[in-house]
T-cell receptor
Framework: IAGITQAPTSQILAAGRRMTLRCTQDMRHNAMYWYRQDLGLGLRLIHYSNTAGTTGKGEVPDGYSVSRANTDDFPLTLASAVPSQTSVYFC???????????FGQGTRLTVV | GQQVMQIPQYQHVQEGEDFTTYCNSSTTLSNIQWYKQRPGGHPVFLIQLVKSGEVKKQKRLTFQFGEAKKNSSLHITATQTTDVGTYFCAGMGWHTGNQFYFGTGTSLTVIP
């Protein structure tokens, strides 16, 4: 059982480039989330999806977009990366929006 | 700004000492969750509190939700080296769009 899988594990990206972080879960969870983790700031919610076909903005959505075409996948796209988007990105899922969240292993992204 | 605040940011304790981290919100929360993240790892769910004044225990860990549902605490009795990590609270309420917003976390170091 894989649970929740993120790819890539790490990436160095030139500023201005487009990048998609992938997230797949095999638990048939309805809700999925993207967080970024920065030292001293904890985890901040970027975007979420309560169910397939719907998405919503979290605390820090600017510069990011998401889609939820099916239950399993929730990709996060940076249209034009900037250095301030250097962070560790975690994808998570939960059976319902107000239940226990399961996190992926994270993607370490460096924008130079 | 950060919706959910946590203190302290860092805590060093001698093995066997107790540890407490506090989580505070300026507005009423409907639910609060607690997670633990080991160094280099991903957040792992510990517990969820829903009721005003609720207290839950997991072995040496005691979780409490305040009467006004604006604050919460995690207390660890007689810390062990396996308790090392960062502890996050995550609060949900109308002001967070009914999504969980994480606190800034408390990093616990246990000195053997």
């Amino acid at each position: 059982i894989a649970g929740i899988t993120q790819a890539p594990t790490s990436q160095i990206l030139a500023a201005g480039r487009r990048m998609t972080l992938r997230c797949t879960q095999d638990m048939r969870h309805n809700a999925m989330y993207w967080y970024r983790q920065d030292l001293g700031l904890g985890l901040r919610l970027i975007h979420y999806s309560n169910t397939a076909g719907t998405t919503g903005k979290g605390e820090v959505p600017d510069g990011y977009s998401v889609s939820r075409a099916n239950t399993d996948d929730f990709p996060l796209t940076l249209a034009s990366a900037v250095p301030s988007q250097t962070s560790v990105y975690f994808c998570a899922s939960s059976s319902m929006p107000n239940t226990e969240a399961f996190f992926g292993q994270g993607t370490r992204l460096t924008v130079v | 700004g950060q919706q959910v605040m946590q203190i302290p940011q860092y805590q060093h304790v001698q093995e066997g000492e107790d540890f407490t981290t506090y989580c505070n919100s300026s507005t009423t929360l409907s639910n609060i969750q607690w997670y633990k993240q080991r160094p280099g790892g991903h957040p792992v769910f510990l517990i969820q509190l829903v009721k005003s004044g609720e207290v839950k225990k997991q072995k040496r860990l005691t979780f409490q939700f305040g009467e006004a549902k604006k604050n919460s605490s995690l207390h660890i009795t007689a810390t062990q080296t396996t308790d090392v990590g960062t502890y996050f609270c995550a609060g949900m309420g109308w002001h967070t769009g009914n999504q969980f917003y994480f606190g800034t976390g408390t990093s616990l170091t246990v000195i053997p």
